[in-house]
């Protein structure tokens, strides 16, 4: 008997130990459905590591055409954070985090006239840059969360006075808005995530 609980707690321990592998990682899915807004930090640092990986999940995201037209600004400096996004409503959400990621978009692009193949490329709108960077806004949140981060999106477009005041201090060009300011750290709350499931806002084959 004695040897068959060693066995058993032998067994138990491999599991647990194989369970730091990939293999008993949470799900996409798992993440997706306990992503909470974040808006409480230990004021912990986010290494630069951790910035690259979630910035990398940003860069993944579908954007129309392949276009691409996320630009990111990185903010890690204390005193930065504190003085381009502390000062307003609920300024230590951002001065209690580990860094501030603004994810702009890049409203123009370069690209050839529509049905004009041999025609020299020319700066054109890009009127999908808010859906594109939504996009990979959405996957930053996912990836902090991944990562055992927290985060939270925070207004920027269309509250125009926000995006200018953010462009202005941070030396965004004209034609880069700033779409959204993520603050991104070591959770200081554990919120339940919110029940959003309504099959009633589902409509199965016609509306
Ligand atoms: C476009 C957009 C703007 C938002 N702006 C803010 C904001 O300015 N401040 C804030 O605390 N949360 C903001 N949020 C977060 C929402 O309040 C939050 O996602 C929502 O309440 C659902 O909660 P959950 O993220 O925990 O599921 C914003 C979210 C989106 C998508």
């Not at 806004?137 to 055992?148: H, T």
């Not at 603050?183 to 589902?202: F, L, M, Q, R, T």
Request: proline share 8%; hydrophobic share 45%.
């Amino acid at each position: 008997m004695k040897k068959l609980s060693i066995v058993i707690l032998a067994i138990a321990s491999i599991m647990l130990t194989s369970c730091k592998s990939q293999e008993c990682a949470p799900s996409a899915l798992d993440i997706i459905m306990s992503r909470t807004s974040i808006r409480s930090f230990t004021g912990d640092p986010v290494s630069k590591e951790q910035l690259e990986t979630i910035l990398k999940a940003g860069m993944a995201a579908p954007s129309a055409m392949n276009g691409q037209p996320w630009r990111f600004v990185v903010v890690t400096d204390k005193e930065k954070i504190a003085s381009v996004f502390g000062s307003g409503f609920r300024g230590e959400m951002f001065t209690q985090a580990g860094a501030v990621i603004v994810v702009c978009g890049e409203t123009t692009q370069m690209r050839k006239p529509f049905g004009q193949p041999d025609a020299p490329e020319e700066e054109m709108p890009n009127k999908f840059w808010y859906e594109d960077c939504s996009a990979a806004a959405q996957n930053i949140l996912l990836a902090a969360k991944a990562l055992g981060l927290g985060a939270v999106w925070t207004a920027g477009y269309p509250a125009m006075e926000r995006v200018s005041s953010i462009a202005y201090a941070l030396g965004i060009p004209e034609k880069v808005i700033p779409l959204c300011v993520i603050p991104v750290g070591v959770p200081a709350e554990n919120p339940e995530p919110k029940d959003k499931w309504k099959p009633e806002n589902i409509h199965w084959e016609q509306w």
